[in-house]
C-alpha cells in the first residue's frame, strides 16, 4: 500500500477530517489531536495491516505505522485540510481528564523511585529469608545495618517524594524534599510524643508521624508548585535565590502540619479501612475483583495511583493490595509458558514468550508479556482474569500481607506473610493461566494468516531473511551515547518495549551527546532533533530516539550538527541534548536504540554491558 493510500485510510479511520484537530509526527508515530475520540475506530486501526498499534496518551491519539511516518505524514498535510502542530488548539477537543492529570502526576513522581524502593524490598526478602534459615540473626549487628539499608528509603520516603514530585511539576526539586525534612526534623517528631493539647499560633496541630508516608507530600507538592510560581513572579530577580525557598517553607511546612497532612492520612486511612471491610465481608469476592481489575489498571496506566496507598499501609499492619495483585501478575507468567508451550510451530513467538516469562518470574516485570502477548491475542483477557481472580481469592483468604515494596517475583516469596497462603495463591494463578492457555491457545486463524504474510505485527519480529547458521556473520554496533544499559523491555513505552519497532535496546544517557555507530548516512533526521535514523554502509537501519514524548519539547534543549542525507563517519557528533533541561521539563531520557529493519536479520543480540560508551558496543547484529 501506497503513502498517499495509507494515510487516507488513517484520516477515514480516526474520525475524517472534522474529527482531527490538529496533527505532528514523530519519529514512530502520528499523533492526532482528535475533537472526540469516540469517533475513531480503534479496533480497524489496531487490525490494519500496515498500522503497528494505536496508542491513546496525554490527550493525543497516536497510530504507530513506523519508519515511513515522516512520508504518511506529508501525504496527509498534502491532500487534506488538516492543521499541523498545534495550530488547532483553540479548536476544541477532548482534554485531559482531572482524574488522568492525577494518576499521571502520581506516576511521574514514583517512576523514578522504583529502582530504590525495588532494591531496598529485595533486601528485605533477603533478610527474611537468612533468618527463616537461621543464616542470620535478627538481633545481631549485621543484621541492624542491613536493615537499616533497605529500610533507610522507606522511613525517608517523603522526602524522596518530596523531590520527585516537585521535579515532575517543574519545582524546585530540592525546596520539596526540604518540605518534607521538616516534617521529620527531630523537633517535630517530638511533638507527637507530647501529651495534652499542642498549637501552631493557637491553631491546633494534630502531630502525625510523617515516615514512610507519601499522600501528604503529594498534596503538599502539589500546592507549593503553584505557590513558587506566584512568587516568582511578583519577586525581584536580585532576591529570588533566597526569598522564594525561605517564604515556600515558611508557609508549606506550617500548612502541611495543620492541614495537608491529616487530611491526607484520613483520606488513605479510609481507603485502607474500605478495603479491610471489603475483605471482612467477603475475602473471596474482593480478592477476585482486585486481582482482576490490576491488570486493567495496568493497561490504563493508572496502576501507581494505588501505590501510595499499599505504602500507607505498611505502617498499618501490613499491605494487603500487593499480595492479591501478584495472582495477575503470576497468571500473566502462566501465559506466557503456555503460549511457549503451545506455539511450536511459531519460533518468533516462543522467543518472545520465554524472554518474557523469564523476565516476570525474575525480576516481577510482566509488562512484555502484557503488551507484547495478552492484548496481541485478545482470547487471552479473559483467561487472565478468571487465573488471576481464582488465585487473588484465596491469597485473600489466606490473608496475606507484605511489609515493604517489592516487585512480584520468584525472589520476593519471602516478604509475604504467610508464606504458604501466598506460595498457594500464586501457583493457583500459575497453572491455571498455563493449562487454560495451553489448551484455548492464542492464535485466531485469521490474524495468524495476516501475520504470515509478512505484515507488521505487534511484539514480535518477522520470519528473518537468512536462517543459515553456517553462513551467518554478526556485526557489532557501538554504542551511540554514553550511559547505562537499559532492556529494551523495561521502557516505559509500548511501542518500544514489546519490540513493534523491531529488536534493540535502551541506554540512560550520563552525558548528552549522539555519535554515529558506524560508517554511513542519515537517512532521516526530525525537525525537533529528538530522535535520527542512520542507515550503515552495508544495510543496517537504526533509529536513536532520545527520550520519551520528547517530540513535544518542539525541538528545546537539543541541537543537531548534521543534515538528513549527510554521510557521517563512526564517532561524528550528531546531536546534542541537555539532559537535565529535558528532565525538568517533565520527561525521561531514556533513550531506545532500535535496528527498524529487524526482520531482515537472523538476530539483534544486545550486549551485557552495563555501563557503555561509544568504543562499546550495545548490540550484536547477526545477518
Known amino acids: 500500500m501506497d503513502n498517499k493510500q495509507l494515510g487516507n485510510e488513517i484520516v477515514e479511520l480516526v474520525g475524517g477530517e472534522g474529527n482531527i484537530i490538529s496533527l505532528v509526527h514523530c519519529a514512530t508515530r502520528l499523533r492526532f489531536k482528535l475533537r472526540k475520540h469516540s469517533e475513531a475506530n480503534k479496533d480497524a486501526l489496531t487490525n490494519h495491516p500496515e498500522v503497528i498499534t494505536v496508542v491513546e496518551k496525554g490527550g493525543q491519539f497516536q497510530v504507530v505505522v513506523g519508519n515511513r511516518v515522516g512520508k504518511v505524514y506529508s501525504e496527509i498535510m498534502k491532500n487534506h485540510a488538516i492543521k499541523g502542530g498545534d495550530e488547532g488548539a483553540e479548536g476544541g477537543g477532548e482534554k485531559v481528564s482531572v482524574v488522568s492529570r492525577v494518576f499521571e502526576y502520581i506516576s511521574g513522581t514514583f517512576s523514578p523511585l522504583i529502582p530504590a524502593l525495588a532494591g531496598a524490598g529485595m533486601i528485605k526478602a533477603l533478610l527474611a529469608v537468612l533468618t527463616l534459615l537461621n543464616v542470620l540473626d535478627a538481633k545481631s549487628t549485621t543484621y541492624a545495618v542491613l536493615n537499616a539499608a533497605s529500610g533507610g528509603v522507606f522511613y525517608f520516603l517523603p522526602v524522596f517524594v518530596g523531590i520527585t514530585a516537585a521535579r515532575k511539576l517543574n519545582a524546585n526539586p530540592f525546596v520539596g524534599g526540604a518540605i518534607a525534612a521538616g516534617l521529620l526534623e527531630p523537633n517535630f517528631t517530638a511533638l507527637i510524643e507530647q501529651s495534652g493539647n499542642i498549637n501552631f499560633l493557637n491553631i491546633p496541630l494534630l502531630a502525625i508521624d510523617y515516615s514512610s508516608t507519601v499522600f501528604p507530600m503529594l498534596i503538599a507538592i502539589a500546592i507549593y508548585a503553584m505557590l513558587e510560581k506566584v512568587l516568582k513572579k511578583y519577586t525581584p530577580d536580585t532576591i529570588q535565590l533566597f526569598f522564594v525557598p525561605m517564604i515556600s517553607l515558611l508557609i508549606m511546612v506550617p500548612l502541611t502540619a495543620l492541614a495537608f497532612g491529616p487530611f491526607a492520612e484520613y483520606v488513605s486511612a479510609g481507603i485502607g479501612s474500605g478495603i479491610v471491610f471489603m475483605l471482612d465481608k467477603s475475602a473471596i469476592l474482593t480478592g477476585i475483583l482486585i486481582a482482576a481489575a490490576w491488570p486493567i489498571l495496568v493497561i490504563l496506566g493508572v496502576h501507581w495511583g494505588i501505590t501510595p496507598i499499599s505504602i500507607a499501609n505498611f505502617s498499618r499492619g501490613g499491605d494487603m493490595i500487593n499480595p492479591i495483585t501478584a495472582a495477575a501478575t503470576f497468571a500473566q507468567m502462566g501465559i506466557a509458558l503456555g503460549v511457549y508451550l503451545r506455539a511450536r510451530k511459531n519460533k518468533n513467538l516462543q522467543s518472545l514468550s520465554i524472554a518474557a516469562l523469564l523476565s516476570g518470574l525474575f525480576a516481577g516485570v510482566t509488562e512484555p508479556i502484557l503488551y507484547g502477548i495478552i492484548l496481541r491475542y485478545k482470547k487471552l483477557i479473559p483467561i487472565l482474569l478468571a487465573s488471576g481472580g481464582l488465585g487473588g481469592a484465596f491469597i485473600a483468604v489466606f490473608d496475606v500481607r507484605v511489609f515493604t515494596f517489592v516487585f512480584n517475583s520468584m525472589f520476593t516469596i519471602p516478604a509475604y506473610s504467610p508464606m504458604v497462603g501466598y506460595v498457594i495463591g500464586i501457583s493457583i494463578s500459575f497453572a491455571a493461566a498455563t493449562i487454560l492457555t495451553f489448551i484455548i491457545g492464542a492464535e485466531g486463524k485469521k490474524k495468524e494468516g495476516k501475520k504470515e504474510e509478512g505484515k507488521a505485527e505487534v511484539a514480535a519480529t518477522a520470519e528473518p531473511a537468512v536462517t543459515n547458521m553456517k553462513n551467518s556473520q554478526k556485526t557489532e554496533l557501538s554504542s551511540p551515547l554514553v550511559g547505562e544499559m ?138
Open 486 to 623: 537499559v532492556p529494551l523491555e523495561n521502557v516505559e513505552d509500548p511501542v518500544f518495549s514489546s519490540g513493534a519497532m523491531g529488536k534493540g535496546v535502551a541506554v540512560e544517557p550520563t552525558e548528552g551527546i549522539v555519535y554515529a555507530p558506524f560508517d554511513g548516512e542519515v537517512s532521516i533526521l526530525f525537525p525537533t532533533k529528538h530522535a535520527i535514523g542512520l542507515k550503515s554502509d552495508d544495510g543496517i537501519e537504526l533509529l536513536i530516539h532520545v527520550g520519551l514524548d520528547t517530540v513535544q519539547l518542539d525541538g528545546k534543549h537539543f541541537s543537531a550538527y548534521v543534515s538528513q542525507g549527510e554521510k557521517v563517519k563512526k564517532g561524528t557528533k550528531l546531536v546534542t541534548f541537555d539532559i537535565e533541561g529535558i528532565q525538568k521539563e517533565g520527561y525521561q531520557t531514556t533513550t531506545p536504540v532500535i535496528v527498524t529493519n529487524t526482520d531482515q536479520y537472523l538476530d539483534v543480540v544486545p550486549s551485557t554491558f552495563k555501563h557503555v560508551n561509544s568504543k562499546e558496543p550495545v548490540f550484536t547484529v547477526i545477518k
